[in-house]
């Protein structure tokens, strides 16, 4: 159990970083509009993330 967490963990790690590099940059320029799109598209992103590892580990075990 321990393991397929530290794995769910990873795989929402770097689904995250190149995300929030790009939302970084956006925030520091005067595109914030479009730093709101993708921050709203991150969250879609790792909601459906969740479910997929959850629904994984569930039938594992």
């Known amino acids: ?4 967490t530290t794995e769910f963990v990873y795989s929402v790690h ?3 970083v190149p995300y929030l ?6 925030l520091t ?3 914030t509009s479009h730093a709101y799109i993708i921050c709203h598209l991150l ?3 790792v909601c459906h ?3 997929v590892t959850s629904e ?6």
């Open 43 to 45: 969250r879609i992103k």
């Open 1 to 4: 159990m321990m393991l397929h």
């Open 49 to 51: 993330t969740m479910n």
């Open 29 to 31: 320029s005067k595109y």
């Open 56 to 61: 994984y580990i569930h039938k594992l075990i």
């Open 21 to 26: 590099f790009e939302l970084r940059l956006l």
């Open 14 to 16: 770097q689904l995250l």
